[in-house]
Nanobody
């Protein structure tokens, strides 16, 4: 049974950094591209970042480009989201998700296309 567990969330000040991690078990990690999404109260779930199964290709949303970086460690079955220069509008519950895809160029921005999800971790940025 697949299990994704996020960690690293918390409450920080604007301009601070946080690193989120997602530990994956119960599936063959390198068969999956990984994504990060976030959802603020009253808003739809928003795509943030994606990394292919090799880790060589990444894509981040325009709203976080230049501030957030996604990476993965296939040996540890983990995916990370480094978040720098945080803003109050980054406050949300952050989710990691797995998308079965072994293509080197797969890129999935739609939440409904992902196969497995974590429970989320709260990030709160105060001004």
């Amino acid at each position: 049974q697949a299990k994704l567990v996020e960690s690293g969330g918390g409450s920080v000040q604007a301009g601070d950094s946080l690193k989120l991690s997602c530990t994956v078990s119960g599936l063959t990690f390198w068969n999956y591209a990984m994504g990060w999404f976030r959802q603020a109260p009253g808003k739809e779930r928003e795509f943030i970042a994606h990394v292919t199964w090799t880790g060589r290709d990444t894509h981040v949303a325009d709203s976080v480009k230049g501030r957030f970086t996604i990476s993965r460690d296939n040996a540890k079955s983990m995916v990370h989201l480094q978040m720098n220069s945080l803003k109050p509008e980054d406050s949300a519950v952050y989710y990691c998700a797995a998308d079965y895809c072994r293509n080197s160029d797969c890129l999935e921005l739609k939440a409904e296309e992902y196969d497995y999800w974590g429970q989320g971790t709260q990030v709160t940025v105060s001004s």
